[in-house]
């Protein structure tokens, strides 16, 4: 995987320090903002987004947002008409509807959450517009959500706006279809094209970092997010640490993990410890035993909802962005990760998952995993199959 260098980034943990920071870069635009996200959640933090947002283009910056149709099944009529009046461009991306769940091609989400200001700044992470103390479907939480994005600010920027500009051709000319504009579509499609030929990256600060951006979709990056983790896990040689909400690694992946603690490899994983759904955290548990056989240590985030995608190899690797390691983001959904070469901001994301994973980790245990419950244990398989049985139907191999 190539990187770039000359990059600047900032390491945001937390809504606290991410909605100030893209807020900010929305109210310095003066030409573009473009933002994708799973879930826009119009709460206290998400209406300073969306405000910010309007505002920007009620002074005549282009405003485009697309939202995931599962995760924001409704933008609120007041917010639909500020936003329609300001000149806000938005899109729900492919809303299930009745039958929706019942078709496995729409099963495939938009689960990035990426941002670019002006061609100039950008964001990318696991954070959603939604606030840290609140969940959609729980209501208001004991203790805030636990996650990550990061700014960048060098060449990759063109890469995020690139990647961005092409998808939002690609909604525009599916809509144009549907109305039976057919000269309309194919001008949405030339553009989208054009976004991937003529945008160049800049030289960037040759003092900056390097980096890359990663992406998984369903044309030509299929596999590219867990191969730079198959990669970085065959190259460690010191220590592996990834912080990933939603966790069911496919085989290779497994096999990865389990030669490097082998190896001599300390391999920690911190996961998702608070029962959030019944998939999410029944079918992840029959692969633990063998990771805790092969000596890989699992920490369970205790203390409230663990949300990040993170990952720190030998203090000199980093990765922050938006997908799990699981079938969902590794097979099906859209998904963005930076990956970073540079040991000051890999140290820092270490030091931020170390001490979480001090203070709110639960280590695991292979003779007590082992002894769980039998109900625990026909729960943990039944999850499992049902996952297997979802991905045949998908058609996919994991």
């Given at each position: 995987?190539?990187?770039?260098?000359?990059h600047?980034?900032?390491?945001?943990q937390?809504?606290?320090e991410?909605?100030?920071?893209?807020?900010?870069?929305?109210?310095a635009?003066?030409?573009?903002?473009?933002?994708?996200?799973?879930?826009?959640?119009?709460?206290?933090?998400?209406?300073?987004?969306?405000?910010?947002?309007?505002?920007?283009?009620?002074?005549?910056?282009q405003?485009?947002?697309?939202?995931?149709g599962?995760?924001?099944?409704?933008?609120?009529?007041?917010?639909?008409?500020?936003?329609?009046?300001?000149?806000?461009?938005?899109?729900?991306?492919?809303?299930?509807?009745?039958?929706?769940?019942?078709?496995?091609?729409?099963?495939?989400?938009?689960?990035?959450?990426?941002?670019?200001?002006?061609g100039?700044?950008a964001?990318?992470?696991?954070?959603?517009?939604?606030?840290?103390?609140?969940?959609?479907?729980?209501?208001?939480?004991?203790?805030?959500?636990?996650?990550?994005?990061?700014?960048?600010?060098?060449?990759?920027?063109?890469?995020?706006?690139?990647?961005?500009r092409?998808?939002?051709?690609?909604?525009?000319?599916?809509?144009?279809?549907?109305?039976?504009?057919?000269?309309?579509?194919?001008?949405?499609?030339?553009?989208?094209?054009?976004?991937?030929?003529?945008?160049?990256?800049?030289?960037?600060?040759?003092?900056?970092s390097?980096?890359?951006?990663?992406?998984?979709?369903?044309?030509r990056?299929?596999?590219?997010?867990?191969?730079?983790?198959?990669?970085?896990?065959?190259?460690?040689q010191?220590?592996?640490?990834?912080a990933?909400?939603?966790?069911?690694p496919?085989?290779k992946?497994?096999?990865?993990?389990?030669?490097?603690?082998?190896r001599g490899?300390r391999?920690?994983?911190?996961?998702?410890?608070?029962?959030?759904?019944?998939?999410?955290?029944?079918?992840?548990?029959?692969?633990?035993?063998?990771?805790?056989?092969?000596?890989?240590?699992?920490?369970?985030?205790?203390?409230?909802?663990?949300?990040?995608?993170?990952?720190?190899?030998?203090?000199?690797?980093?990765?922050?962005?938006?997908?799990?390691?699981?079938?969902?983001?590794l097979?099906?959904?859209?998904?963005?990760?930076?990956?970073?070469?540079d040991?000051?901001f890999?140290?820092?994301?270490?030091?931020?998952?170390?001490?979480?994973?001090?203070?709110?980790?639960r280590?695991?245990?292979?003779?007590?995993?082992a002894?769980r419950?039998l109900?625990?244990?026909?729960?943990?398989?039944?999850?499992y199959?049902?996952m297997?049985?979802?991905?045949m139907l998908?058609?996919r191999?994991y």
């Amino acid at each position: 995987m190539p990187y770039t260098p000359g990059h600047h980034l900032a390491l945001l943990q937390g809504g606290t320090e991410y909605f100030p920071a893209l807020i900010a870069a929305i109210d310095a635009s003066t030409q573009e903002v473009r933002l994708e996200t799973y879930i826009f959640n119009f709460d206290t933090q998400g209406e300073g987004v969306a405000q910010a947002l309007m505002q920007a283009a009620q002074r005549g910056v282009q405003v485009m947002v697309v939202v995931d149709g599962v995760g924001t099944p409704e933008v609120p009529l007041a917010w639909r008409q500020r936003w329609n009046s300001a000149g806000v461009h938005w899109h729900r991306f492919k809303p299930l509807g009745r039958l929706g769940l019942l078709i496995p091609g729409r099963w495939r989400r938009l689960h990035r959450k990426l941002a670019v200001v002006d061609g100039r700044v950008a964001f990318c992470g696991g954070i959603n517009v939604l606030d840290d103390w609140y969940d959609p479907y729980y209501g208001k939480l004991e203790s805030p959500r636990f996650d990550f994005a990061v700014q960048v600010q060098g060449p990759l920027v063109a890469d995020v706006h690139r990647t961005m500009r092409q998808f939002w051709g690609r909604l525009q000319a599916t809509r144009q279809l549907e109305r039976l504009q057919w000269a309309q579509a194919k001008a949405s499609l030339v553009r989208a094209t054009q976004a991937t030929r003529t945008e160049s990256a800049g030289p960037g600060d040759v003092a900056g970092s390097p980096a890359a951006l990663v992406l998984r979709d369903n044309v030509r990056n299929r596999a590219r997010i867990e191969r730079a983790y198959r990669k970085a896990l065959g190259a460690a040689q010191h220590e592996v640490i990834i912080a990933n909400a939603y966790f069911l690694p496919g085989g290779k992946l497994r096999r990865a993990l389990m030669h490097a603690a082998r190896r001599g490899v300390r391999v920690c994983l911190l996961l998702n410890g608070e029962y959030e759904y019944f998939m999410q955290y029944h079918g992840a548990r029959p692969v633990y035993g063998a990771l805790l056989e092969a000596g890989v240590e699992i920490h369970e985030y205790s203390t409230g909802f663990l949300h990040a995608k993170v990952a720190v190899v030998d203090g000199q690797w980093a990765t922050v962005g938006s997908s799990n390691l699981d079938p969902l983001s590794l097979l099906l959904a859209r998904e963005a990760n930076v990956v970073v070469q540079d040991a000051a901001f890999a140290t820092q994301l270490r030091q931020s998952l170390l001490q979480a994973i001090a203070q709110h980790g639960r280590k695991l245990e292979g003779a007590t995993h082992a002894r769980r419950p039998l109900g625990q244990r026909a729960l943990d398989w039944l999850a499992y199959g049902l996952m297997r049985l979802t991905l045949m139907l998908t058609g996919r191999r994991y």
